[in-house]
């Protein structure tokens, strides 16, 4: 976890980042006598690849199966990746200052509007609530989350069987999606990985979906916006955050 913290630090500017959680739906053929269960938002027939991945594009954890009918804040809750974030039972690292002489600021994992604001995991601020502040907060989280985007076009850029939907049994898909994330790390130098029940890809964004963040939540997130703001601040972040948010 430290390793992958200090990559954070030094690729995306993020401190105390320990991974990049997100969820793509993935196509398959509708299956016999599934009725509506694998039916998506999008139309089409689903199963959901959640993942965590770390600044080198390398899947940390993965979740595979969850229908794709299913909400996307309940695939997430009912995930054990979402059981121990919010229970808290992840053994994260003992919380540390984003700078010498800071306050104590725990360990966390980045995502985006889809997931619930937790002490160990941010997402943005609303839109609706922007000021420049809020703006070059999201901004310094976008680049964080920008690994997974990444890792999620390697992963189907380099199996093309990502590039239709599948057509074999439920079973058969879960194996070769752990299959594939297990080669991804294998191929980027790391074969590690937990596993539990892009453009011309079958890989496709979820949905986003409202959660009630907690107080310490919200002061976690003002922490990291004020340090992002002040002695965390990069060079270019003012305009890349206009320039992002247009």
């Known amino acids: 976890m430290l390793e992958n913290e200090l990559y954070f630090r030094q690729k995306c500017n993020f401190p105390n980042c320990v991974g990049a ?18 039916f998506n938002y999008k139309k089409s027939f689903s199963l959901v690849l959640l993942a965590v991945v770390d600044a080198r594009y390398k899947f940390i954890a993965i979740d595979v199966g969850s229908k794709g009918h299913f909400s ?21 690292p003992e919380s540390k200052s984003l700078e010498e002489g800071g306050m104590e600021m725990p360990f966390i994992f980045v995502g985006d509007e889809a997931f619930p604001l937790l002490p160990n995991l941010m997402r943005p601020y609303p839109q609706s609530q922007l000021n420049n502040q809020k703006r070059i907060y999201n901004y310094r989280l ?15 850029a380099r199996w093309r069987v990502f590039h239709t939907a599948f057509v074999c049994n439920i079973h058969t ?40 963040p907690s107080i310490t939540a919200y002061q976690i997130r003002k922490e990291f916006s004020n340090y992002f703001n002040g002695s965390g601040s990069v060079p270019w972040q003012n305009t890349s955050a206009h320039i992002n948010e247009n």
Do not use: M, W
């Open 72 to 92: 996307d804040a309940g695939i997430f809750s009912n995930s054990a990746l979402g059981k121990k974030l919010k229970d808290n039972s992840l053994f994260l």
């Open 173 to 212: 898909v879960n194996k070769v999606i752990k299959a594939a994330c297990v080669l991804h790390n294998y191929l980027s130098g790391d074969n590690e990985i937990q596993t539990e029940n892009s453009i011309n890809s079958v890989l496709r964004p979820l949905r986003l979906g409202g959660n009630s």
């Open 142 to 156: 976008s680049r964080a989350r920008r690994v997974l985007e990444q890792a999620f076009g390697i992963l189907a």
């Open 21 to 38: 959680i997100d969820g793509k739906h993935v196509y398959i053929k509708s299956p016999p006598n599934s009725g509506s269960d694998y």
